[in-house]
C-alpha cells in the first residue's frame, strides 16, 4: 500500500495553486483533506507526478451566510459545517447531511469542495448540492467562472471541471421550508447504499416546493426533476409520493456491487425517498 | 525517485527534523522513523482508526496521511498522552472497566477518545458512541469501551468541579 512518488508543493495563495497547475499540465493534481485521492494513490489508481497541497491557500477558507445565500470555501471540512451555527440556522440540510457522511477523522480532514470535485457518486455533497441547487466557482489560468451543480456532473470521476482549474467556492441560496437527509448504510462510515436529500415548502394544505436528488444510484448524482414536480400542488399524501417515488426510479440507474443487486437497490431508493419526503414535509 | 523534502514536526512536545519522501505515510514516520510504535496498523485503508493520532487538535488517521502534508504540525500519540510510569485517566478506566482485550486498537481508541473528551467533556453515551464511530474493535464488543470513557470523563469533571 506504498503510494507512488510525487513532488509535493504548497502553495499559499490561489493564484500561486493555479500557476503550479498551468505550469505542471496534467500531471499534477490538487490535494485536500487527501480522503479520497490518498486511497486512490495507495491502489495506484492515481498516480500523479505533482500534488499541490491546497490547505494554506487561505481564499479557500470560510463560510459566510447571508440573508439569501450562503457561501462555503472549498476547503472548509465536514466537520467546520457542522460546528457552524450560523451555517445550521440557514440551511440546516447540510449539518443533517454532513453529519451521515463518514466517520469522525475523516470529518475532521475531508472538504467540501473534495467531495463535490470528486465525481465519485458515493460522495454525498454533491446530491445535496444539487437538491439545494448551489453553484460552484472554477477559477483557471483565464479567470473564474460559475457552473451550477445540476450541470456539473458528466459522469464517472468526470465533472465539468478542466484539469487546471480549482473548485474555489460553493454558492447556495437560502431555501425555505421542510428538509430531510436520509441515507441507507451497511455501517456508519460506509458510503450510501441509496440516499435523498429532500427539499419541500406548503402554500396551506399544498405542496408549493420541491427539490428532489438521490446519491449513489447511478454513476453520478441524480436531480430528479420529475420526482419534484409529481409532489407540486398536492397534499403530499400516499398517492402523491408513489407517484414521485415512480418519476424518481425512473431517472436512476443503479449497478449491482456489494452493497447488492440492482431491484434491492431500487426498493431502498423508494424506501428512503418516502421517509426523506415524510420528515421533510412535518418540518414545512 | 522524487526529490526528498525537508519536514519540521511537533510530536509529543518535542521538536523532529528529518529529510523524507513527500509520500511517506505518516504512520510510517511515527512507527520507523520515531520509534512511536504506540498507533497501530490495522487496515492501512482508513477504515478502522487504528492509527489514530492527535494533529493540530483533530483525530486523524496517520495511515491516510503524507508526511508532507504534516509538515509544520503539532502531533500526539499515545506515547504523549501517559504511561507506565503515569497512566492518563483514559488509560486507568480503560484498564478498570476492561476497555480492552488484545490491544491492538486501544491506542487509537484512546487518543481517539482523548480529543472527544476535550471538545465535550461531558457526553452522553450516545455522543461517546457515534463520536467514537471512527474505531473498530474486534475484541470488547464496545460496551467496556464505553463504559471507560464515561467513567473517565466523570473522573475530569469531578476534579475540574474540587478545583
Ligand atoms: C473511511 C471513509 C469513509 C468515507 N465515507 C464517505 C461518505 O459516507 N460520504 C462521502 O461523501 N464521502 C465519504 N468519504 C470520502 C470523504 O468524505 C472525502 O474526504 C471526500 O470525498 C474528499 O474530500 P477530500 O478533501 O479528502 O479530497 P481529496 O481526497 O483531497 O480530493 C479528492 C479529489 O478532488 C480533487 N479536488 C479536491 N479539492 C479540489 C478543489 N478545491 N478543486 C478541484 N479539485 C479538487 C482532488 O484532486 C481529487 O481528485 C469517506 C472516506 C473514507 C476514507
Ligand atoms: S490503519 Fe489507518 S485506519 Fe486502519
Ligand atoms: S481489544 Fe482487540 S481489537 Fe479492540
Redesign the interface.
Known sequence: ????????H?PTDLASAVGLLAQLGDEARV?AG??SL??M??LRMAEPAH?V?L?SVGELKGITVASDHVQIGAMVTQ?DLIAHDGLARAIPLIREAALQI?????R??GTIGGNVANGDPGNDMPGLMQCLDASFTLTGPSGSRDVAARDFYHGLYSTDRADDEILTRITIPVPAGGYAYEKQKRK??DYATAAAAVLLNRRGGTVSFASIAMTNLSDMPVWSQAAGEALLGTDCGTEAVTAAIAAMLADIDPQADNRGPIAFKRHVAGVILARAIARAWSRT | MAKKIHVTLTVNGEAQEFLAEPRELLIHTLRERLGLTGPHIGCETSHCGACTIDMNGRSVKACTVFVAQADGADITTIEGLGGPDGLHVLQRMFREHHGLQCGYCTPGMITRAHRLLQENPAPTEEEVRFGMAGNLCRCTGYQNIVKAILAAAAELNAKEAAE
Open positions: 500500500m506504498i503510494p507512488p512518488a510525487f513532488e509535493y504548497r490535494i487527501g480522503h490518498i486511497p494513490m495507495k500534488l497541497d490547505q466537520s463518514a466517520d469522525p477523522q475523516v475532521y480532514v456508519i462510515g
